[in-house]
């Protein structure tokens, strides 16, 4: 705790001549007081006009000198003290509100094998991913609707399922419409080499990215650019867990038989 004589050495030391504590301090002595009354307005002082000192009362002292305001106090930084520079505020520019970006669609997952039966080509979903094996249920399933539509029940393979997405990483594009334009791209390319009287699409991928349709299609005949006559069917996974639908596929395919059997 400071005592009046170190106070005043200390504030000697910063140049400071007038001050005014915010609190009453221990062992200071008592204020002036002149340096407590209020300033005058600024716009009612005269710069130019001298104070005018008036005498004093009877019975009252003389101050040693009269003043018109308390001067305003001068801060003085302490020495090894930096000051520290006043951030101006900045004005924030009104930002246009950003288009909100449409979230990526993953890539579809599917494994398609392309055979040949006859006059026709056979568009399969693999639904394990694996190419077909002789002693499979879909492959037997797929045998029998082949003999029920009087055509081979030996499919010829065509090349390596087709597996979609075609790369793990990189920044190709897979999304459903380049797997579109993949898939049609492939066939139309056999199709140059043999062509075909009509196209089975068994499979919901093989209806969606070769025929661009939905399950609303399957059992029906469709006619799509650059691939010709096509026939939605549903998956042989499907055909075997609801075995209600083969009866739509023998009544679909009695219309559609005469196609394939009078090029033979």
């Known amino acids: 705790m400071l005592t009046e004589p170190r106070r ?13 504590p915010r609190a009453e301090l221990p062992f200071a002595a008592p204020s002036r007081p002149e340096l407590l009354l209020p300033l005058a307005p600024v716009e009612d002082l005269d710069v130019e006009a001298q ?23 001068i801060e003085i930084p302490r020495p090894g003290s930096t000051p520290k520079p006043v951030a101006k505020p900045v004005e924030r520019e009104e930002e246009a509100p950003k288009a909100a970006r449409p979230a ?10 392309l055979l ?48 979609w997405p075609l790369f793990v990483r990189g920044n190709m594009e897979q999304g459903p419409e380049a797997a579109r334009d993949f898939v049609q791209g492939f066939i139309q390319a056999r199709l140059e080499e043999v062509p075909c009287t009509c196209l089975w699409l068994i499979g919901l991928p093989a209806v969606r990215f070769a025929g661009d349709a939905d399950a609303q299609a399957y059992y029906q005949a469709l006619k799509i650019d650059g691939l010709g006559d096509v026939w939605a069917l549903p998956g042989l996974e499907l055909l075997m867990d609801e075995p ?14 005469a196609r394939w059997k009078s090029v033979e």
């Open 51 to 73: 104070p005018v000192r008036q005498a004093p009362a009877q019975g009252e002292a003389a101050p040693t000198h009269a003043r018109s305001g308390e001067r305003p106090k």
């Open 104 to 113: 990526p669609v993953p890539p579809p997952r599917f494994a398609l094998q």
């Open 8 to 20: 005043r050495a200390y504030l000697s030391a910063m140049q400071v001549v007038h001050w005014l």
């Open 244 to 257: 209600q639908r083969k009866a739509d596929v023998w009544k679909a395919m009695r219309q559609l038989m």
């Open 116 to 163: 040949r039966a006859g006059t026709c080509l056979l568009l399969v979903e693999l639904a394990t991913g694996q190419p077909f094996q002789s002693r499979d249920p879909s492959y037997l399933l797929l045998k029998d609707m082949l003999r029920a539509a009087g055509l081979p029940d030996a499919p010829q393979i065509i090349g390596e399922p087709v597996r």
